[in-house]
């Protein structure tokens, strides 16, 4: 099949299924451009929007390729933004990239068009979009640390130094991860007992489960509080905890709450994770999305220089997760209470 009659396949299955993925005629049409493996972070973000669409009134177009079309993925995008701009006629396009290469592309088709575009989590370098919309992952570091040292105050948690001794895993050298970090040292930096006596990244929970092992043995297991910034990280660091019979004794915190960083809530090795709430943040988009596309300005909560334009900033909500309210992470790990 020559890439033309791809193309003409892909566009024909969308105009089919525009009924089933929410498309009325109901005024202003925004789009969804999120190609890629769904997840249950990316199927909670898409939750949120469909009910956003249908609080504000818009109609809400996805594309959503033929999973048995011969299409390079990444084509998938640039074929998806011509069906979502060309043929749809949408006002505003929420996009999560998934290929840089093909973002440019992307923002160009756009830009020619007019068509404003709402960013979802990813901002690759050097593109200018109209919003973006993320996770303030700095402030997410806050609360869990926060977190962390309030407990820490309330148990009167030290050594017998007096000291709170911390270690923190600082994630993947990522945008995220260093935000994340950064959050963590602004609280501990105003804890005078605090002291840091390991730190470093870990990509996986393996590099964590080392990392940690590695600290406790080195301190004797005299560590009070553990910081992890990725949620990834975070099984293999509390492993390393209960290994050393500590895990109940030491305060953790981390960001993310991951599904397996949940399970360990539940069974009390772990005590806090910062929840960053992928359903509002899809939310979010879309009614971003709608308010420029009516012409509706509205204020950010931060602002990006990028080509020299001021790119405005929304940050979603987010949460902090304990024994308390674990439960209501079922909303996003669906198998977090077996049955």
């Known amino acids: 099949m020559g890439f033309v009659r791809v193309v003409l396949a892909v566009l024909a299955l969308a105009a089919a299924s525009s009924c089933r993925t929410g498309e009325h005629d109901t005024g202003v049409r925004v789009g969804v451009l999120a190609t890629g ?33 011969r299409i390079k993925p990444g084509d998938e995008e640039t074929i998806g933004a011509s069906d ?8 505003a396009l929420v996009y999560r990239p998934a290929n840089v290469r093909r973002a440019w592309e992307v923002i160009r088709l756009a830009r020619d068009a007019s068509v404003p575009i709402v960013g979802v989590d990813v901002l690759h370098p ?15 570091g806050e609360d869990a640390a926060s977190a962390a040292v309030e407990q820490i105050i309330s148990l009167r948690r030290a050594n017998v130094e007096g ?63 553990l910081l992890v910034a990725s949620p990834d990280a975070m ?23 991951g599904e397996e960083a949940c399970r360990l809530v539940i069974d009390g090795s772990h ?16 009614s971003v999305a709608a308010s420029i596309a009516r ?4 204020e950010p909560d931060a602002e990006l220089t990028v080509e020299n334009a001021m790119v405005p900033v929304f940050y979603g909500p987010r949460r902090v997760i304990s024994i308390v309210n674990v439960g209501g992470m079922q909303y996003l790990w669906r198998g977090l209470y077996p049955k």
Do not use: C, H
Not at 197 to 225: I, K, W
Not at 295 to 298: D, L, V
């Open 271 to 286: 005590d806090y994770e910062v929840d960053l709430m992928p359903e509002e943040r899809g939310a979010l988009a879309l």
């Open 235 to 257: 099984p293999g660091a509390i492993l390393a905890a209960r290994t050393r019979g500590v895990a109940g004794f030491l305060v953790s915190a981390g960001v993310g709450a």
């Open 84 to 91: 979502l701009i060309d043929r749809r006629k949408v006002a």
């Open 37 to 69: 493996i769904a997840t249950p972070l990316t199927e909670a973000m898409r939750r949120g929007m469909e009910r956003e669409a249908a609080e504000v009134g818009v109609s809400l177009v996805w594309f959503e390729p033929d999973p048995d079309a």
């Open 126 to 140: 050097g593109i200018r979009i109209d919003a973006f919309v993320t996770a303030d992952y700095v402030a997410a």
């Open 163 to 225: 000291r709170v001794n911390t270690i923190v895993i600082e994630g993947a050298a990522t945008d995220a991860g260093r935000d994340v970090t950064t959050g963590f040292y602004r609280v501990l930096d105003t804890l005078y007992e605090a002291n840091v006596v390991g730190r470093g990244p870990a990509a996986d929970a393996t590099e964590a489960f080392e990392r940690v092992s590695s600290l406790l043995n080195d301190y004797a297991s005299n560590v009070q509080m």
């Open 295 to 298: 012409g509706e300005p509205r």
